[in-house]
Structure formats: structure tokens, C-alpha cells
């Protein structure tokens, strides 16, 4: 069977009798990519699980609006990446500083590993969360969801020469601290 395409799940949205099957077919299809990436910020499951529910319900109250001027991927990153800034700003009131919120990032990613588990990783998503804001979304972005910097660019509404120089930052700092670690 053929896959479902972001253009033909839109059209089966748009139209009345179809849309709850429409964004059940986009629901399917971006849920564990758009989970992975909201999971890669904020660390914990029981967080990201939150925050996914409330990126489909965001995108499911706004996705008339989209326009098609990026993919829709990039539009249902963008949704995701909001609702993760907007939990950290939310934390920010009860927490001193940007470095809190990582210390406890760091924290939660240390209680959530099993013993067992390869400490290489965890070392490396330590070294990630200990990355200021910018950088940090720009790296998971770019690393792990291998998306070009055309498409961060949407999604974090920045020049391309600007997420470039923050990638190579924190790539520079990723490498120091696992150096360091070793």
C-alpha cells in the first residue's frame, strides 16, 4: 500500500467529513519523530509525553493556518520546539537561571538511566544539556534529526549563517566535554 503523503493528509483534514482521519494519518506518521526530538530537550519521558500531547492539540487547532511555505515537518518541528521553550520559561520563573534548568536536565538524565546503560551516551547527552539554549536546539536539530539548516532555519526563525556558527560552537563544546569525560 502506498504511503499516505503530507499533501493528501492536509487535503483529507481540510475537508470536513475526513479531518479527524486526516490528522489521525499525521498523528501516525510524525508522532515518534516529533516525540524523539521534544524528548532529546527536555529528558524526561513523563515531560516530553506532555509536551507531545500538547504539540497535537496546538497543531490540531492550527493547522488550517498552515500555509505550506516549508514542509510540514518543519512546521510540526517549530509547534514542538514552542512548547519546549515555553516549559523552560515556565521553569525559569521557579529557577534562578538558564543553568539550573540544565543542572536539573543533567540531573533527571542521570535518574532516568539504568546502571547498565552506555555510559558514551550519556555522557554525550550530558555534554548536549549542558549546551546554552541556541546551541542546544540547533545541535539536535542538525545531529540527530539530520535536518538541513534551511529547514532549522524555520523552525527557529534564524539566518542560516547564525545557526551554522552555532552548531560549530556547540559541536566544539560537545567534543571538549566528552574529551574531558574520557
Known amino acids: ?17 475526513t479531518k479527524d482521519r486526516g490528522f489521525t494519518l499525521l498523528m ?3 508522532n515518534t519523530r516529533i516525540y524523539w526530538h521534544i524528548r532529546r530537550l527536555v529528558v524526561s519521558h513523563e515531560d516530553a509525553q506532555d509536551l507531545l500531547q500538547e504539540t497535537f492539540i496546538n497543531v490540531y487547532k492550527h493547522l488550517h493556518t498552515f500555509t505550506g511555505d516549508s514542509k510540514l515537518y518543519t ?3 517549530r509547534v514542538a520546539t514552542n512548547e519546549c521553550l515555553r516549559l523552560f520559561r515556565e521553569r525559569k520563573r521557579f529557577l534562578a537561571s538558564f543553568e539550573e534548568i540544565n ?4 540531573d533527571t538524565l542521570h535518574d532516568t538511566c539504568a546502571g ?9 547527552q550530558e555534554a548536549i544539556l549542558r549546551l546554552p539554549e541556541k546551541q542546544r536546539l540547533v545541535f539536535n536539530l542538525r545531529y540527530y534529526d539530520e535536518l538541513p539548516y534551511e ?9 542560516v ?3 551554522k556558527t552555532n552548531y560549530h560552537l556547540a559541536s566544539s563544546k560537545v567534543k571538549a566535554f566528552m574529551m574531558k569525560e574520557v
Request: glycine fraction near 2%; proline fraction near 0%; avoid cysteine.
Open 28 to 30: 501516525d506518521r510524525y
Open 151 to 159: 529547514e532549522i532555519s524555520k523552525i527557529l526563525d534564524s539566518s
Open 161 to 163: 549563517s547564525a545557526l
Open 75 to 77: 512546521w510540526l518541528y
Open 103 to 106: 543542572e536539573k536536565l543533567v
Open 1 to 17: 500500500m502506498n504511503e499516505t503523503t503530507d499533501e493528501q493528509i492536509l487535503s483529507l483534514f481540510r475537508a470536513a467529513g
Open 116 to 124: 547498565d546503560s552506555d555510559q558514551i551516551l550519556v555522557q554525550l
